[in-house]
């Protein structure tokens, strides 16, 4: 990469800094502007007056505070005015804040997503950092205080600070850029690393976004050393006084040089800054995105390659680099693509779920059961007893399962508080309130009971009938059911009405999609419950209709299904098992087998293969094959790193394999896939399983992990031209 040649001042000939940027400005009329608005704070012991800047969109608590070139040429002109107060001495220190739950959201997607001119995406880079430098070379200390969300430019700008603190309740904290499809372009390629070190940086910046854009939480943030000192908040996490206390009373302590205070600030940024640790996240951020993206996605590529020069750049010839990476990656498709699937989809469709009743009709639930002790009804149980803090209590066949199924809960807890995740004591609480039992008698005050048992439609309707005769009239029956009919299952329950298909995916506590699944007979109140708890589990909740495999299984299943017809046929294993490459999914389609379980797939393939028959959904007899030898991969590594060594297929498991003659190019197979999803969508839009296809990228990109950067999988599927090849029309105009 070569040297960024660093721009020299902006100020014009009036002394206004800000000059070259109000055409910019001037482009985004309808901008939500972000204020700071400024507080003078007396200090304890003596510390003279801190400014206290409070960054707020007067729009409400819901509506994120985010940031353009309006506000960020606001926020610019009050740090300046600011900087002449401390340069009389009327201050002695800065400090930012937000409102209430944010510190800021980060950039305003929407307006940056209808730039058409490369040279504006520098520049609103380059204004990034005029403003953010105001920050950082304040003539007195300055700090921020972290107290809510803090994502993109909304942690750069706490980056920018001299200090940094935050609170314990803290969420949503990250650099999610590569995900989006940008670079961290206001600072934070250079200056994470050099906060938390390279390690740590790379995992903010590079793993946590391609780990479907996870993000980290205060406590998080300060063990990595993002933050200097983190303080809880009030009881009430909305209120923010107590929290702004506290990091008053440390900014006085930093400013008057106390002692404990000064040596524990060293301790905090004491991080490994070796050659060799550089060198390790740079080697591992390119193998990240190599196996991530495979080279099709340009924005993580960018980042690792600004990561990597910036090891030896000055903090001007970065933010000239950054700059000219946002000019360059704001106008790819990919962006474009992103900003749809990620506003447009997840943040808009998911806030009003297609057909979803009134909430007012949602009925509180106070306690909860859960039929099974397995490892996915544990999952289940941890969920709904730390999200709703609501008794919760598990059943299964004997008592040895029921203390396994409890140990691990309460395994998983103490991992959390090992982590740091949860305190200690919080830790126990949650605990004491799972519980265990062989009767089912103990739902007898329970206000929704969901089966997580085998499945198989006769034990499910077994167990569901059981429960029906001791919960109350009014108590809802929810099934965790991945492609059973949940139509079939109410046909042998006496209240038919109150059944609900309330499907999670794998692993429970990570994945945000819930199918919410209505069958004939389920009334309003019970769907607008299941709705309610979503929301207070932290989940997404999508309405569809009952339909074999409902929408994530259905989409995944054809998918893999095509793949493996294709190998049976003759295709070789690479070629089949990579020929989807070019969409950058999280995983192959073998190696997705081989998590889902062979035996699993096979069971749903079998569900959709009587729905719907042979045509779209053959049952594999090479997998059935598989599945009778006691083979649970097709794939096996060779070599001695088992992790990362040559997929083969070894010798035993070809031996039961039998193939055709047929085989197919990869070029072949991505086009059959193609059109065999367009295919299947269009029938489930045609059936009415979901109100649109909006819905369908929404189950999909968070419930399969489908990649933002394609759009979701309808706008993708209209770029390659399946869906008119297929449809004869496409999914969107």
């Not at 800065?94 to 959201?105: E, I």
């Not at 953010?132 to 993109?152: E, Q, R, T």
């Not at 004997?398 to 982590?419: E, I």
């Amino acid at each position: 990469m070569s040297e960024p040649v660093v721009p020299t001042s902006t100020t014009d000939a009036n002394g206004d800094r800000f000059a070259p940027y109000r055409g910019l400005a001037a482009r985004f009329p309808d901008e939500i502007l972000t204020r700071a608005t400024v507080t003078d704070v007396a200090l304890p012991d003596g510390a003279g007056t801190l400014a206290l800047l409070v960054l707020d969109n007067d729009a409400g608590p819901r509506r994120p505070t985010t940031l353009g070139p309006n506000s960020l040429i606001g926020i610019g002109q009050v740090l300046e005015a600011q900087a002449e107060r401390a340069h009389r001495g009327e201050i002695a220190a800065v400090a930012v804040t937000g409102k209430a739950g944010f510190l800021v959201a980060g950039a305003d997607l929407g307006a940056i997503n209808r730039l058409t001119d490369p040279q504006d995406g520098v520049l609103l880079g380059r204004l990034g950092h005029e403003v953010y430098n105001g920050l950082s070379d304040f003539p007195v200390p300055s700090f921020a205080f972290i107290n809510g969300v803090a994502l993109g430019g909304g942690l750069e700008i706490a980056l920018a600070a001299n200090y940094r603190t935050v609170s314990s309740a803290a969420k949503g904290l990250g650099l999610p850029e590569a995900f989006i499809g940008l670079v961290p372009g206001w600072g934070g390629v250079w200056k994470t690393p050099r906060l938390t070190g390279p390690k740590d940086a790379l995992t903010v910046m590079i793993k946590n976004p391609l780990a479907n854009n996870r993000n980290i939480d205060g406590r998080t943030a300060h063990r990595i050393g993002l933050a200097d000192v983190i303080f809880d908040p009030a009881t009430d996490p909305a209120d923010t006084a107590v929290f702004i206390e506290a990091s008053t009373a440390w900014a006085a302590r930093i400013l008057t040089g106390d002692a404990a205070t000064v040596a524990a600030l060293e301790q905090q940024r004491d991080r490994d800054h070796s050659d060799r640790a550089w060198d390790e996240a740079i080697a591992e951020g390119q193998a990240i995105v190599a196996a991530k993206t495979g080279g099709y996605v340009p924005a993580p590529a960018k980042v690792v390659e600004l990561f990597a020069a910036g090891r030896h750049w000055t903090r001007d010839e970065s933010a000239a680099a950054e700059a000219d990476a946002l000019g360059e990656l704001m106008l790819t498709p990919e962006f474009a693509h992103t900003v749809y699937a990620f506003l447009d989809v997840v943040q808009k469709r998911s806030k009003k779920p297609a057909g979803a009743p009134s909430p007012e009709l949602a009925r509180p639930v106070r306690k909860v059961g859960v039929v099974g002790a397995g490892l996915m009804a544990g999952q289940l149980a941890l969920v709904f007893a730390q999200r709703l803090q609501v008794p919760v209590v598990m059943t299964d066949v004997d008592q040895a399962r029921v203390d396994r199924g409890l140990g691990h809960v309460h395994g998983q807890v103490d991992a959390l508080v090992a982590k740091g995740r949860l305190p200690a004591g919080h830790g126990e609480a949650l605990k004491s309130l799972v519980t265990g039992s062989v009767a089912k008698d103990v739902y007898a005050d329970a206000d929704l009971v969901i089966e997580a048992v085998f499945e198989e439609m006769g034990v499910k309707k077994a167990v569901l009938a059981e429960v029906e005769a001791v919960v109350t009239p009014e108590c809802i029956l929810a099934t965790n059911t991945s492609s059973l009919s949940v139509t079939e299952m109410a046909s042998g329950l006496e209240h038919p009405e109150r059944l609900v298909g309330f499907h999670f995916f794998n692993p429970v506590a990570v994945m945000p999609l819930v199918e919410i699944v209505r069958g004939p007979a389920t009334t309003d109140p019970v769907l607008a419950t299941a709705f309610a708890t979503a929301r207070g589990l932290g989940k997404t909740a999508v309405l569809v209709q009952d339909a074999a495999a409902f929408v994530v299984n259905r989409i995944l299943l054809r998918m893999m299904g095509e793949v493996q017809h294709s190998f049976d046929q003759g295709t070789e294993a690479t070629v089949a098992d990579h020929a989807l490459d070019p969409m950058a999914l999280p995983m192959t389609p073998f190696t997705l087998l081989s998590m889902v379980g062979i035996p699993v797939a096979q069971h749903v393939t079998e569900s959709l293969n009587s729905a719907f028959g042979d045509e779209r959904f053959p049952v594999s007899k090479n997998l059935q094959s598989l599945i009778d030898a006691g083979i649970p991969s097709l794939w096996a590594r060779q070599g001695e790193d088992q992790d990362h060594g040559q997929e083969v297929i070894p010798a035993e498991t070809r031996a039961v394999l039998e193939f055709g003659d047929s085989p197919e190019t990869a070029e072949e197979l991505l086009a059959r896939v193609q059109d065999a999803l367009a295919q299947e969508i269009g029938l489930m839009l045609d059936e009415g399983v979901v109100a649109d296809a909006e819905d369908i990228d929404l189950c999909m990109i968070l419930g399969a992990g489908w990649p933002m950067h394609l759009g979701g999988i309808t706008p993708y599927l209209d770029q390659v031209g399946a869906s008119e090849r297929v449809n004869g029309r496409r999914f969107h105009a």
